[in-house]
C-alpha cells in the first residue's frame, strides 16, 4: 500500500512535469527520460558477489548487481538495467554508461576492456564507482528509476613483467652470470603493460653463438633458476617460439638459446613479447646506407646516411622540416622504421618521428639500439690561418642556401683552413685522405687543413654536406 501511494505521487508530479513542457512521445521504450530520475522504496541496487572480478579467473560474463526486490511493482515493465561507471582516483574521469542484462549481468570482456583503456593493463586491482539507473515502462510512459550505487572491482590479466632484460651468455660483452647487465633490451617509453614487446639487435660469429636473457628479478635474486629459457630445449629454438623461467622448464635441461651463423648475418635482433610469452629472431645484415625522408622533400626525395662499417650505426647532414622517418631501401617502403617513442624508431607500422622544427641538422641512426639522435646545426665556421684559427669566429660563419642545399661565404682565404661545426672542434671537416686538395672528398674524421686552390684572395665558397664520401666544397676565386 505505502509503495502504491508513492507510485501514485510520484506519477502524478511526473504527469505534471510534462504539461508544463513540449510532449515528448514516450511510447517508444528505447526513448530514454531525461528528467530526474525517481526512486522506489525497496527497489535498490547492491553489489553482487561477482562485483570484484579477477580476469585470471573470470568467467565470460558476471553478475554485477542485484536488485532488492528482484522485481518492479506490479504495472512496470523493464526495459534496460544501466550502470554509469567512473573510474576511482582519476581526475577529470567521465562516467561510461555500460548496460547489463535483465539479471544484473555483463560480458567480462566489457569490463576489462573499460579498465584497461582507463588505467592500462597493469594487473592491479581497480575500482570503479557505479550509479544504477533502471529503465523501465508504465502505463506507455517512460520512467527512469534511481536504484542507487554499486561499485566493481576489476584486476586485468597480465603476467608479471620487468622494467629491464639483459642478454647474457656467449656474445661479446656478455657473460654467463646471472647478474650480467651489460647488454639491455630496448623497450619504448611506454608503460611495459601497455606495450610488453623489448628487443636487443646483437653481433654474432660464425658457427654457434650461445645464449640466454635475464630480467630484474633474475638479477636481484641471483638465481639460475630465474634465467629466460628456450621452452623447446637447450640450442632447440626456431625462429620464433616460447619463452618461460629455467624453474618452469619441461625439457630437462637449461634451454639455452642457439643461433647458427654460416656467412648469413653480422647482426641478430631478438624480439620478446612478455604477454604472449613469446621470442623472435632475425638475422641481419646492415647495409651501408640507411634513408631519412619526410616533409622537407614532401616525402619524395630520400636522404642517405652513412654506415661504413656495416654495423647498423648512420651519420648524415640534412635540412628538416615536419615529420619524417627512416627506411633501409632508397627505392622502396619495405621494412621502414617508424617513431617508438623518446629518439627510439622500430619497424612497428607506428607514427612519423615527430617534427624537430625546421633546420639543418645532424642525423645519426644506430639500428642495434634502436635509435636516432638529432643535433642542430647552429652554425658552420670557416676556420684557419686567415682568423687566426678561431672557431667561434662570427664573422667567419657561413649562412645555409636551402635553394642549393649548401653553406656559404666569401672571405679572404690562404692556405690552412678547416670547417667547424657549432663553434667548436668537435665537429668539423678537411680534406680526407690526408689530402689538402680533396675538395670533392671533405671528411670530419681527420681531415687534413685545406689549401687554396689559386692562391691566397678572396673566395666564394660553398660547402654541401650529406654523408661521408659525399661531402664537397667548391671554391671560386673573387
Known amino acids: 500500500m505505502k509503495i502504491s501511494k508513492y507510485l501514485a505521487f510520484a506519477f502524478a508530479g511526473l504527469l505534471m512535469v510534462s504539461c508544463d513542457e513540449d510532449f515528448d512521445d514516450w511510447a517508444s521504450p528505447k526513448s530514454y ?25 573470470a568467467p565470460a560474463s558476471v553478475k554485477i548487481v542485484d536488485l532488492a526486490g528482484e522485481a518492479l511493482p506490479e504495472g512496470f515493465t523493464l526495459q534496460n538495467i544501466r550502470l554509469l561507471a567512473t573510474p576511482e582516483g582519476v581526475e577529470g574521469a567521465k562516467e561510461t554508461e555500460i548496460n547489463l542484462a535483465d539479471d544484473g549481468t555483463v560480458e567480462t570482456s566489457v569490463l576489462d576492456a573499460l579498465t584497461i583503456e582507463t588505467f592500462g593493463r597493469r594487473p592491479v586491482q581497480r575500482v570503479f564507482n557505479c550509479k544504477v539507473l533502471v529503465d523501465a515502462v ?150 651501408e646506407y640507411f634513408y631519412e625522408i619526410g616533409g622537407e622533400s614532401g616525402w619524395k626525395t630520400p636522404h642517405a646516411l652513412y654506415g661504413p662499417n656495416n654495423d647498423g650505426k648512420y651519420l648524415g647532414y640534412y635540412w628538416l622540416e615536419g615529420e619524417f622517418k627512416f627506411k633501409p631501401n632508397k627505392d622502396d617502403w619495405n621494412g621502414d622504421y617508424e617513431y617508438a617513442g623518446d629518439n627510439k624508431i622500430a619497424d612497428i607500422g607506428g607514427a612519423n618521428c615527430p617534427d624537430p622544427g625546421a633546420g639543418f641538422y645532424k642525423i645519426d641512426v644506430d639500428l642495434q639500439e634502436g635509435t636516432y639522435n638529432l643535433t642542430k646545426v647552429e652554425s658552420i665556421t670557416c676556420v684557419g690561418v686567415h682568423n687566426g684559427w678561431n672557431v667561434a669566429d662570427a664573422a667567419q660563419h657561413m649562412t645555409y642556401n636551402s635553394a642549393e642545399g649548401c653553406w656559404e661565404l666569401t672571405t679572404n682565404l690562404t692556405n690552412g683552413f678547416k670547417f667547424a661545426m657549432n663553434d667548436d672542434w668537435k ?40 654523408h661521408e664520401g659525399a661531402n664537397r666544397v667548391v671554391l671560386v676565386k673573387q
Not at 33 to 57: F, K, L, N, R, W
Request: a negative charge; hydrophobic letters at 35%; glycine letters at 10%.
Open 33 to 57: 527520460p531525461q528528467e530526474e530520475a525517481i526512486t522506489i522504496p525497496g527497489y535498490s541496487a547492491t553489489a553482487a558477489e561477482g562485483a570484484v572480478i579477477d580476469m585470471a579467473q
Open 427 to 466: 665537429v668539423s671537416w678537411g680534406g680526407a685522405n690526408d689530402d689538402p686538395a680533396a675538395y670533392d672528398n671533405i671528411t670530419q674524421n681527420g681531415g687534413k687543413d685545406l689549401n687554396v686552390p689559386d692562391g691566397d684572395g678572396v673566395y666564394s665558397i660553398k660547402l654541401y654536406l650529406s
Open 138 to 287: 508504465k502505463d506507455g510512459q517512460a520512467v527512469l528509476i534511481d536504484a542507487g550505487t554499486v561499485k566493481f572491482k576489476l584486476t586485468p590479466v597480465a603476467p608479471d613483467i620487468s622494467k629491464h632484460y639483459y642478454l647474457i651468455g656467449g656474445i661479446a660483452g656478455t657473460e654467463w652470470n646471472p647478474t650480467c647487465t651489460t647488454l639491455p633490451f630496448n623497450h619504448s617509453d611506454k608503460d611495459i603493460y601497455d606495450d610488453p614487446v623489448f628487443t636487443i639487435t646483437f653481433p654474432v660469429a660464425e658457427g654457434e653463438n650461445w645464449f640466454a636473457f635475464v630480467d630484474d628479478v633474475t638479477v636481484e635474486k641471483n638465481d639460475w633458476s630465474y634465467v629466460y629459457a628456450c621452452a623447446e630445449g637447450n640450442g632447440k629454438n626456431g625462429d620464433t617460439g616460447k619463452i618461460c623461467r629455467r624453474k618452469d622448464l619441461t625439457t630437462g635441461d637449461d634451454g639455452s638459446f642457439k643461433i647458427v651463423v654460416e656467412g648469413d648475418a653480422k647482426f641478430v635482433k631478438m624480439t620478446i613479447d612478455l604477454f604472449d610469452g613469446t621470442y623472435k629472431f632475425e638475422k641481419l645484415n646492415f647495409g
